[in-house]
């Protein structure tokens, strides 16, 4: 022991005086290096299995939970079979026309806007796949926002929670009408204009109503959060959080232009296609137009006098 401490220190003199030392120290640095692997080798052998064993517990775990999750998919599917099949024997008893599917392509997330006020993002979808400004953009939950600009290869998103961008929505357990408004905060959206006397409760969902003939009927929007009566106020105070996960998500779907429902329409025949005699006759100018105010009043006055006469 003694021998070693008193080597240990000649060792320490020599390479703080003599520069040859430096060669010597690495020579012996690189003879011991794989002494040092072998007996480090206990140690990540450890860490390498408890590394792997977490990481096949996480996945067994990711595993189990997507598989329930397949499983309440799989049964939600089944019922709605059964609902789209009630629907479409209603819908032929009503005789309304057939809902066809609305196409979509998928797109990923590119950038998100620098600036915390604008809530924007950049998808790597443009003008070559069809994508032109207006079209909605869901991810796997809910409505995201819609498409403000694009480019041949990329388009900018402007997302629900925006002051900038309202939706018309409507409340999913009742149809009450309103304006869902971006609050400028991630996670909240406005409901504006809603009478204090309105049946809305929080955790109502809602959905798009489809009345802007921009986004289709029934998207997820929001979920109402709080409803605030303030008193002597004709108007309460509604909040509700998207149902997209904004700030998460990064696989979205465009949806390609809705077909226009005409069944809902108030007008649905064009002008052309009344009957002529529906139509009211142009109205003549000038002299035509004295002529005919004459004789319209001489056929007017014609059977006015034939009763006359038989009296």
């Known amino acids: 022991m003694l021998l070693c401490a008193v080597l240990s220190?000649?060792?320490m003199f020599a390479e703080d005086r003599f520069s040859w030392m430096v060669d010597v120290r690495a020579s012996m640095a690189t003879l011991v290096s794989p002494v040092q692997w072998v007996v480090s080798l206990p140690t990540e052998g450890i860490s390498w299995g408890a590394l792997v064993f977490a990481d096949q517990q996480e996945l067994?775990?990711?595993?189990?939970?997507?598989?329930e999750q397949l499983l309440n998919l799989s049964s939600r599917v089944q019922r709605m079979a059964s609902l789209a099949s009630e629907n479409t024997r209603l819908r032929?008893?009503?005789?309304?026309?057939?809902?066809s599917d609305i196409p979509y392509i998928t797109s990923q997330l590119l950038t998100l806007d620098a600036d915390p006020f604008s809530h924007r993002m950049v998808v790597d979808r443009g003008e070559q796949d069809g994508v032109?400004?207006?079209?909605p953009v869901l991810d796997a939950y809910g409505l995201v926002g819609?498409?403000?600009s694009t480019s041949a290869y990329n388009s900018r998103v402007l997302m629900i929670s925006d002051a900038s961008h309202a939706v018309p929505v409507e409340i999913n357990r009742n149809g009450l009408r309103f304006i869902a408004q971006g609050s400028g905060k991630i996670d909240q959206v406005d409901v504006l204009h809603v009478p204090d006397t309105a049946d809305i409760r929080v955790g109502d969902l809602l959905v798009t109503s489809g009345l802007a003939l921009r986004f289709p009927r029934g998207l997820p929007v929001a979920r109402v959060t709080e409803v605030y009566h303030d008193p002597g106020k004709p108007f309460a105070r509604v909040s509700a959080e998207p149902i997209a996960q904004l700030e998460r998500s990064r696989n979205f779907l465009i949806q390609m232009p809705p077909p226009v429902d005409t069944d809902n329409l108030y007008v649905d025949d064009s002008l052309?296609?009344?009957?002529?005699?529906?139509?009211?006759?142009?109205?003549p100018e000038g002299d035509d137009a004295a002529q005919g105010s004459a004789e319209d009043a001489a056929d007017a006055q014609a059977p006015t006098d034939a009763a006359g006469e038989n009296n």
């Not at 032929?92 to 809902?99: C, H, I, K, M």
């Not at 032109?132 to 079209?135: D, H, K, M, P, S």
């Open 92 to 99: 032929e008893l009503l005789n309304a026309g057939q809902r």
């Open 146 to 148: 819609q498409v403000i």
């Open 272 to 283: 052309d296609e009344l009957p002529r005699d529906n139509l009211a006759a142009p109205r």
């Open 60 to 67: 067994a775990d990711e595993n189990r939970a997507l598989r």
């Open 132 to 135: 032109r400004i207006g079209l």
């Open 9 to 11: 220190l000649a060792l």
